[in-house]
C-alpha cells in the first residue's frame, strides 16, 4: 500500500516520523508542494493522497489523480469547502476530513483575540514602542461585561462557549443544528437577527456552505450593536469584507479579529517585508487599522493540532485504501 501526502511542512514532519514508524506495512511519499495539475502526477502508483490546502481543488487535479486509479483522498485539516462534489462523484472519489483535530486551538485564538480587541492591546503596544507607558487612552471593557454571540455549536464553538463562560461572559447561540448540552443551557436565540441584537461580541464558528457565504453583510451588520466587535476564525468568505469596511469605516463595528479573510489566498501564506506591500487593497485596509486583529489561518496552529492532523489523516487513508469507512468520511458517492 502506497500513500502519497502533499503539502507536508516541516513542522509535520516528526509526526509523520511517527506514523510511519507505526505503520510500517505502508509506503508513504511526500512533496511540500500543494496538489495542482503540475504536481498531481507526483502521486502516481499510491492508493491514496493525503492533502491540506487553502486554495481550491481544481477538476484538472482530481482528473490526474483519477487517471493514475487514485480514488481515496484524505484531508488534513477540517474545512472541506475548497472541494466541488460534483467533481468527487464524478471520478468516484472518497474524501475524508480531520473534524476533530483540536476545536481548543482555534476557540482559544478567537477567545484571545476577543480579549486582545477588548483590553486594546494593539494600542498599548504601539503606545509601549513608542516609550509612552501612560494609561489614557486605552480604558478596556472586562469579558464578564459582554453578551458573546457564538454562530455555530459544532465542537469549536463548543469550547468556546465553555472558555467565554469561564471568562464570565453571557453567551448566546445559534445554529441551524441544536446541540443538546447548549439548548439545555438555554444558550440558543430563535434567530440571528436576535444575535445580532443584543451581542456585544459575535465570533464565527460555522463551516462554510453554499447557504451561509456573506452571511455577514450590510443587511447584518446593519442589525448589530453599535460598537460591535467580530471574530473570524472560521472561514472569509462567510463575512463581506466590503460590508467590513463600511462598518469600521463608520464605527459601527469597534473592532475585528480575523484570521481568515475572503480572497486570503492572495496574501496568506507569502512574507511581503511589510504590510505597505500586500497586494490586496482590500486586506491592506484591514491590516493597516489599530481596532483590526488580523493573523494568517494559523489559528489552528498548535502543535496538538498538527500532531492529530497528521495521525487521523493518514488512519483514515489507509481505512480507505483497505475499503473501511472511517467516521472521518464526508464524501462517497455510494
Ligand atoms: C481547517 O482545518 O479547515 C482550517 O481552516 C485550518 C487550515 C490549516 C486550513
Redesign the pocket.
Known amino acids: 500500500m502506497k500513500i502519497f501526502a502533499y503539502g507536508i511542512r516541516d513542522d509535520e514532519e516528526p509526526s509523520l516520523r511517527n506514523w510511519k514508524k507505526a505503520n510500517p506495512d505502508v509506503e508513504v511519499d511526500h512533496t511540500d508542494q500543494t496538489l495542482t495539475p503540475a504536481t498531481a502526477k507526483l502521486a502516481a502508483g499510491s492508493d491514496g493522497i493525503v492533502t491540506?490546502?487553502?486554495t481550491p481543488y481544481d477538476r484538472e487535479s482530481l482528473q490526474i489523480l483519477n487517471d493514475e486509479g487514485i480514488k481515496n483522498i484524505s484531508i488534513?485539516?477540517?474545512?472541506y469547502d475548497n472541494f466541488n462534489f460534483d467533481d468527487l462523484a464524478d471520478f468516484d472519489m472518497k474524501l475524508t476530513?480531520?473534524p476533530v483535530?483540536s476545536p481548543n486551538a482555534i476557540a482559544e485564538h478567537a477567545v484571545l483575540m476577543i480579549g486582545r480587541l477588548l483590553r486594546r492591546i494593539p494600542e498599548v503596544d504601539v503606545k509601549f514602542d513608542n516609550g509612552d507607558f501612560t494609561w489614557a487612552p486605552t480604558v478596556g471593557k472586562e469579558y464578564r461585561e459582554q453578551t458573546v454571540g457564538v454562530i455555530g455549536t459544532g465542537h469549536i464553538g463548543r469550547v468556546a462557549i465553555q472558555m467565554l463562560q469561564g471568562m464570565g461572559s453571557k453567551v448566546i447561540a445559534y445554529d441551524v443544528f441544536h446541540n443538546e448540552d447548549i439548548e439545555k443551557q438555554g444558550l440558543y436565540v430563535d434567530s440571528l437577527e436576535e444575535l445580532y441584537k443584543e451581542a456585544d461580541v459575535i465570533t464565527l464558528h460555522v463551516p462554510l456552505t453554499s447557504d451561509n457565504a456573506y452571511m455577514i453583510d450590510e443587511k447584518a451588520i446593519s442589525q448589530m450593536k453599535d460598537g460591535v466587535y467580530i471574530i473570524n476564525c472560521a472561514?472569509g468568505e462567510l463575512i463581506s469584507t466590503d460590508a467590513l469596511i463600511a462598518g469600521l469605516d463608520s464605527g459601527k463595528i469597534a473592532g475585528a479579529g480575523l484570521d481568515?479573510l475572503d480572497h486570503e489566498n492572495n496574501v496568506f501564506g507569502q512574507k511581503w517585508g511589510s504590510i505597505d506591500n500586500l497586494p490586496d487593497p482590500k486586506i491592506k485596509n484591514l491590516a493597516e487599522r489599530i481596532n483590526v486583529i488580523m493573523t494568517p489561518?494559523n489559528?489552528?496552529?498548535t502543535e496538538t493540532a498538527i500532531r492529530n492532523?497528521i495521525e487521523i489523516s493518514f488512519n483514515s487513508n489507509k481505512d480507505l485504501i483497505e475499503g473501511k469507512i472511517p467516521d472521518t468520511l464526508v464524501y462517497s458517492k455510494k
Not at 488534513?76 to 474545512?79: A, T
Open positions: 491540506l490546502q487553502t488534513r485539516n477540517v474545512g476530513n480531520v483535530y472561514r481568515v489561518h489559528a489552528f496552529y492532523m
